[in-house]
């Protein structure tokens, strides 16, 4: 048994620990082998046809070995263990080793090895039939020898025992110095191969007796050995076959999912070693790609070419496979690259972007060229996951945030992640403190919004604020992030109609009437769950329906326009008004605002923070006024802060108006004393 693993070189940084193992494994071995030379002759005597009969094939079946498949490599098998086993059991140790050591000289020559290398290999056979030699010992140094009649009862337990210590001890020899090799875990080194080895191995071991009881009958019956040598063989070879196609995807040649895994933890595992010694890694990059459109050419061509494009993209991808990289198709259109040694992210996102240059030719296909895209996520060892799970968890989210930006490549960043375990105990918690009766974390705060013409206060905007027992305040756009993509947004949107709901109702008994804006999700335009509680609890409360109003931004219609503008047509018919917010940072809002049921939009923030201070913006606050002038909705202004900004909003003929300017978001009862305490700002005045 050899295994390929073990170069002619190994790593500068392991390379005293192994190559004192292998010195030392040599020096026991030739001990061995020096001590048994005198015996060769006179055994070689005895029985000299049936001797030779088994030495010389010894010294040529080994021009095909077995090999097997491992975790890292292939390990070989030589049959010439089959007949050298059978001279242990027939002339005793020494022939047995200087036949063995003769073939492996052989090998060495036809195969170029090292010297070090070729004095392992004998060193390890010698120290294996030394200890199945010291078991036979036990009973007779050789049951099978001249004069055997057959084996005994007692004699056929000691040689199944000498067999398995001879592969027990061969074992071990072998895969100790993979793993001085490779490093990892010792006790997966020793493992790895194992299943396939004792099938093999110790299939020719067992054939050692049989071959030796017929030679005991007549030497001429010693070359029907081939036959089930042979059929040793073709067993180890389809073994190894099926192994080898369990881990391809079968349209491309790729490595496929489980291929993936085992790379990508044997290449942690060698990382984690050089890292314990000490060593400076390079970073393990996996990429995960994702085609662009392949449905389409799926519907509109057929699986058939859908076939080809798949087959002619794992092409590509190989080509543009770093040196030591590694492709592999996880399923339908989706790849993956390994890419090991790199010295940072921006190196993986370098190679990412790369690849999409090569996805960027047309393919043919039946005669037409298509345009294949795709998007990639990049995940790195160690920083974005210590294993397989972790790495493509990770990578698998920066692919769908580069997706969700309309970017071909994305790092992945914690941010984007929507179910870190940062992000999963704080969404745990706001369900908790949603659900919980009583619980006084959350609250809704209320802004003013000021008609500009007469300085009145006309309404208020709800906004979520979530008190943390131990995080404190949450940042609003945090809070919306963690809970947006999950059922909690349902539990949110109940609460800030209720609450909202009832708060505007006791405003009213109060004698405040202003109306309240409230924002909702996309999912809540989705489901269409919030036509009916908002109809139910306008009934319970007897508010009217123009005292609410529903914000919606661009983003949340065009995420699916039909199913959205269905509920907001049934919102509309309850009375309840409709604000499209952030006005002008979406796409075809002109065609939003011929296609909607508006009453108002709202200008975003980021044009009227700035239009004092840049002409662009300013132009584009002035042209939404008049364009929604034009069209009867009413415009509100978010974020202003200054009365600089306040006074160009009346000059360019602005509704209404929110922002610091005039309030910051307040709780309920505050609203009430600060409405108290309000007064009018005077155009009249001059401008501080």
């Not at 978010?638 to 309030?663: H, I, K, P």
Request: aromatic share 6%; net charge negative.
């Amino acid at each position: 048994m050899e295994p390929s693993t073990l170069r002619n070189a190994a790593p500068p940084e392991r390379r005293g620990l192994f190559f004192g193992y292998v010195t030392v494994t040599s020096l026991l071995g030739g001990l061995i082998v020096v001590t048994q030379v005198p015996a060769v002759p006179h055994a070689s005597t005895v029985a000299p046809v049936a001797f030779w009969l088994m030495a010389l094939p010894a010294l040529l079946v080994d021009a095909r070995p077995f090999s097997t498949p491992g975790r890292r490599d292939a390990s070989v098998v030589f049959p010439s263990i089959c007949f050298t086993f059978a001279i242990l059991l027939r002339w005793g140790l020494g022939p047995a080793i200087m036949v063995q050591t003769a073939a492996v000289i052989i090998v060495g020559l036809r195969m170029h090895y090292a010297l070090w290398r070729a004095a392992f290999n004998a060193a390890q056979y010698a120290l294996s039939f030394g200890a199945a030699y010291a078991v036979l010992t036990l009973v007779d140094p050789t049951p099978l020898g001249p004069g055997s009649s057959g084996p005994a009862l007692g004699h056929v337990a000691v040689i199944l025992a000498a067999a398995a210590t001879w592969f027990v001890v061969n074992h071990l020899l072998v895969y100790t110095a993979v793993w001085l090799r490779f490093g990892g875990s010792w006790w997966g080194a020793i493992r790895s191969a194992f299943g396939h080895e004792v099938l093999t191995t110790g299939s020719l071991l067992l054939l050692g007796p049989i071959l030796t009881v017929a030679a005991l009958e007549s030497a001429a019956l010693i070359p029907f050995i081939f036959v089930p040598l042979y059929a040793v063989e073709r067993m180890a070879r389809l073994s190894t076959e099926q192994e080898r196609t369990a881990l391809l995807d079968p349209l491309t040649g790729l490595a496929n999912r489980k291929a993936l895994l085992t790379e990508v933890s044997d290449q942690i595992t060698v990382h984690a070693e050089r890292a314990s010694d000490g060593q400076a890694t390079p970073r393990l990059a996996l990429l995960l790609l994702d085609l662009d459109r392949f449905k389409h050419v799926n519907d509109a061509l057929g699986h058939g070419v859908g076939d080809q494009l798949l087959v002619e993209i794992g092409d590509r991808l190989r080509r543009a496979a770093p040196p030591g990289g590694f492709v592999a198709r996880l399923g339908g259109d989706e790849f993956a690259i390994l890419a090991p040694g790199l010295p940072d992210a921006a190196a993986g996102q370098g190679l990412a972007m790369g690849v999409i240059e090569t996805l960027s030719e047309p393919v043919l296909l039946d005669g037409l060229p298509v345009d294949v895209g795709g998007s990639i996520g990049v995940a790195v060892y160690p920083e974005h996951g210590a294993d397989f799970a972790a790495l493509m968890r990770h990578a698998d989210v920066a692919m769908y945030d580069a997706k969700h930006r309309g970017d071909a490549v994305a790092v992945y960043v914690p941010e984007s992640d929507h179910n870190s375990p940062e992000r999963l105990g704080l969404l745990a918690d706001l369900r908790r403190a949603l659900e919980t009766p009583g619980c006084d974390e959350i609250a809704l705060y209320y802004q003013p919004q000021i008609e500009l013409h007469t300085g009145e206060v006309v309404g208020v905007e709800a906004l979520l604020r979530w008190r943390h027992p131990v995080r404190g305040m949450v940042n609003p756009e945090d809070l919306i992030r963690v809970a947006e993509h999950t059922a909690v947004m349902r539990l949110i949107t109940r609460r800030v109609i209720d609450d909202v709901v009832a708060q505007v109702a006791k405003w009213a008994t109060d004698g405040i009437l202003v109306r309240a804006a409230l924002n909702v999700s996309v999912r809540d335009l989705h489901t269409g769950e919030i036509v009916e509680q908002l109809a139910a609890r306008l009934g319970e409360s007897g508010l009217p329906p123009d005292r609410l109003q529903l914000e919606i931004t661009e983003g949340a219609l065009m995420a699916d326009p039909r199913r959205v503008l269905a509920t907001i047509a049934r919102v509309s018919a309850l009375g309840v008004a409709i604000s499209l917010d952030d006005f002008g940072t979406g796409y075809s809002s002109l065609q939003h605002l011929r296609r909607l049921p508006l009453t108002e939009v709202k200008v975003d923030r980021s044009f009227v923070l700035g239009m004092a201070a840049d002409t662009d913006d300013a132009a584009i606050v002035r042209s939404t006024i008049e364009l929604a002038g034009a069209l009867g909705l009413r415009v509100v202004a978010e974020g202003v802060e200054d009365e600089r900004t306040w006074r160009m909003l009346v000059a360019a003929g602005c509704d209404t108006a929110q922002g610091w300017f005039f309030a910051r978001p307040m709780p309920g009862d505050e609203f009430v004393a600060w409405l108290a305490r309000y007064r009018v700002p005077r155009l009249d005045r001059p401008a501080a």
